[in-house]
């Protein structure tokens, strides 16, 4: 193997270092953006469910002002969005480059997506279910954690999942323009040197770490369903 690599990747084991340090810094930029959009996107993704009409806390006015936001930011694509907010991005972490100038708007850029995906997970719920814990005298809280979380609970984990695989390819298209992680480092040592080699890497390595990702959201998602 350590033949084969000198032989036809000299590039890659080169800069082996480099790459390493550029993957921990795509996992943590993923995990970090990941954790914190969870626990906005999350309750953004409820509040669009129980506020519509018909729902267990119907209210027109938050309904439509959420979901117009939520739609506002899902719908520019990712690329621009790390440019319309350059000045906010160096306001909150004082820079616009490497990992922590990246984690803003990957963040923003994923609340939306997130709670979309939670919103159409939730609605699949049976609305019996939801009918039959208001008789029972269930108050709208208990509604919420015992019904629609914890019945939604497969759902969510598969948005979740397609969420992260999601921040993955986010996180490279950062890496373009500074944001550090294996986007830089193919950007830096790949593209502009020509180094092919350094390219396909880096492509196989985005490649398991999705692979991963995916697998361990079906392996959870299989435990949930049985």
Same mark, same amino acid.
């Given at each position: ?32 953006? !990941?954790? =914190?959009? %969870?626990?906005? !996107?999350?309750?953004?993704?409820v509040?669009?469910?129980? %506020?519509? &009409? ?9 309904y ?11 719908? =520019? ?8 907010? =350059? &000045?906010? #991005? ?19 850029? @994923?609340? &939306? ?9 939730l609605?699949d719920i049976?609305?019996?279910? *939801? ?7 269930? @108050? @709208? ?19 979740? #999942? *397609? %969420? ?7 996180s490279a298209v ?6 550090? !992680? ?13 180094? %092919?080699?350094?390219?396909?890497s ?8 999705? #692979?991963? *990702?995916?697998?361990?959201?079906e ?8």
């Open positions: 193997m350590h033949q084969f690599l000198m032989t036809y990747m000299p590039n890659v084991m080169e800069l082996f270092p480099d790459m390493i340090k550029a993957l921990w810094e795509t996992i943590g930029m993923v995990f970090i953006s !990941g954790t =914190i959009s %969870t626990l906005i !996107g999350i309750p953004l993704g509040i669009l469910v129980v %506020t519509r &009409p018909d729902n267990i806390l119907e209210n027109n006015v938050i439509n002002v959420v979901g117009k936001i939520v739609n506002i930011f899902r719908s =520019i694509p990712f690329v621009i969005l790390l440019a319309a907010i =350059i &000045p906010f #991005t160096r306001l909150v972490v004082g820079t616009t480059i490497g990992m922590k100038g990246a984690l803003v708007p990957l963040v923003i850029g @994923s609340i &939306p997506f997130v709670a979309r995906q939670i919103e159409s997970a609605l049976d609305k019996g279910v *939801i009918e039959a814990s208001q008789a029972m005298g269930s @108050s @709208s809280f208990e509604i919420i954690y015992r019904v629609l979380l914890k019945e939604g609970l497969p759902g969510i984990v598969y948005a979740l #999942t *397609i %969420t992260t695989v999601s921040l993955i390819g986010f950062a890496g373009t323009v500074g944001g550090g !992680g294996l986007g830089d480092f193919a950007i830096r040592y790949g593209y502009q040197y020509f180094k %092919t080699d350094v390219m396909i880096t492509i196989l390595i985005l490649l398991v770490l999705v #692979t991963a *990702i995916q697998g361990f959201g392996f959870v998602l299989k435990r949930l369903s049985h």
